[in-house]
Structure formats: C-alpha cells, structure tokens
C-alpha cells in the first residue's frame, strides 16, 4: 500500500487508482494490472458497497467531499462475462434475479472477450462461487 501511494503521490494523481494484485500458491504477491481508472476488479461495488468505485471516482475528480469510510454492505461474488459465457446464458439471466448483470456496449462479440460481468450478494461467498463455476462450466470445455 505505502509502494502505491508513493506512485500517486509522485504523480498528483487524484480519481479511482487499482492495483491488481494476485497471490501464488507459495504466497508470493505479484502485481498484475495497474490502471489508473475505475477497474474490473471493483464492479462488485456496484452492488455491494455503499459507494461504487464509479461514485466515489466522480467524487474525486470533481473535488467533492469524500466518504469517511465505504462500507462492504454485503458479501459478493463477481464474475467476468465472455463473449462465450453470453453464447451460452444470454437466454437465461432473466431466470436468476439474484444475478445482477452488466452487459458492456461492446459491437463485436468474442468467444473470449470481456464483454460483461455479473455480481451476486451472497452470505456464502464459497457456495455461490461453486454454484457459478458449474453453471459456467462450458467456458473451461
């Protein structure tokens, strides 16, 4: 965290900044993304929080006042949407309620291009994580 704030510090930035990082299974951290925007790995907010990344970006960058806090208001799970995963589900996201669907404005659809993502609040992080992977299990054929 110091090592990030050092970085936008040194360069006066002011906005939504995301440092993606991933753990190895030897727990070593590795950073893989650094985007100077709202990223993907923060939609969940949408639903989750009581400020998006989207909302408090805004809040930045027009010199508002921000929260004090943002508080995590319940569990989720969120997943990246292909162009495949649409191929097989398009038709079927109107059957889950508790799925919140975000399809991106994107013209072309890829097989494996991001062209959305989903979140579920969940109180079992862990089963609604299973529950996804096997409902998605034709994007790992």
Same mark, same amino acid.
């Given at each position: 965290?110091?090592?990030? @704030? @050092?970085?936008?510090?040194?360069?006066?930035?002011?906005?939504?900044?995301?440092?993606?990082?991933?753990?190895?299974?030897?727990?070593?951290? +590795?950073?893989?993304?650094?985007?100077?925007?709202?990223? $993907? *790995?923060?939609? +969940?907010?949408?639903?989750?929080?009581?400020? *998006?990344?989207?909302?408090?970006?805004?809040?930045? /960058?027009?010199?508002?006042? #921000?929260?004090? *806090?943002?508080?995590?208001?319940?569990?989720?799970?969120?997943? $990246? #949407?292909?162009?495949?995963? #649409?191929?097989?589900?398009?038709?079927?996201?109107?059957?889950?309620?508790?799925?919140?669907?975000? /399809? +991106?404005?994107?013209?072309?659809?890829? *097989?494996?291009?991001?062209?959305?993502?989903?979140?579920?609040?969940?109180?079992?992080?862990?089963?609604?994580?299973? /529950?996804?992977?096997?409902?998605?299990?034709?994007? +790992?054929?």
């Amino acid at each position: 965290q110091n090592e990030v @704030k @050092k970085i936008i510090d040194h360069i006066h930035f002011v906005g939504t900044f995301t440092v993606e990082f991933f753990i190895d299974t030897h727990n070593h951290l +590795y950073v893989n993304e650094i985007a100077p925007r709202p990223h $993907n *790995s923060g939609h +969940y907010s949408i639903e989750a929080c009581d400020y *998006s990344q989207f909302d408090t970006h805004i809040l930045a /960058i027009t010199g508002q006042k #921000l929260p004090q *806090s943002i508080e995590l208001l319940k569990p989720a799970v969120m997943m $990246n #949407l292909l162009g495949r995963d #649409l191929d097989l589900l398009e038709d079927q996201f109107a059957d889950h309620p508790d799925w919140h669907v975000h /399809i +991106y404005d994107k013209n072309t659809r890829k *097989s494996d291009r991001k062209m959305g993502h989903l979140t579920v609040l969940t109180d079992d992080v862990t089963r609604s994580e299973e /529950i996804l992977l096997n409902r998605f299990e034709g994007r +790992y054929n």
